[in-house]
Nanobody
Framework: QVQLVESGGGLVQAGGSLRLSCAASGDTFSSYAMAWFRQAPGKEREFVAG???????SYRDSVKGRFTISKDNAKNTVYLQMNMLKPEDAAVYFCAGKASVLGLVSPQENYYDYWGQGTQVTVFS
């Protein structure tokens, strides 16, 4: 059983930056596709960014150019660097993982096998 633990959330002024981390247990992390989702109050969970086993990345349009996802297989950790934050980025951010042979990313939340507990990001203007 893989466990994912997020950290790095907090309160930040609009225009500021945060870096989220997601630490994974287990010894097959390098074969996982990983993603970040977020859920704001009253809204559905949405895909933010993903990184494949082969380190190909994908982003939702609203965060392109501002957010960067990366994966450190030696540390079993995936990161989400968030720059130029906007009030509409405020949400609970979740880390998700998928173990598969191909290790591809999907924007669909039901694709992922493992989820973290979430970390709150609050952006004030």
């Amino acid at each position: 059983q893989v466990q994912l633990v997020e950290s790095g959330g907090g309160l930040v002024q609009a225009g500021g930056s945060l870096r989220l981390s997601c630490a994974a247990s287990g010894d097959t992390f390098s074969s996982y596709a990983m993603a970040w989702f977020r859920q704001a109050p009253g809204k559905e969970r949405e895909f933010v960014a993903g990184i494949s086993r082969g380190l190909l990345t994908s982003y939702r349009d609203s965060v392109k150019g501002r957010f960067t996802i990366s994966k450190d297989n030696a540390k079993n950790t995936v990161y989400l660097q968030m720059n130029m934050l906007k009030p509409e980025d405020a949400a609970v951010y979740f880390c998700a993982g998928k173990a598969s042979v191909l290790g591809l990313v999907s924007p669909q939340e039901n694709y992922y096998d493992y989820w973290g507990q979430g970390t709150q990001v609050t952006v004030f203007s």
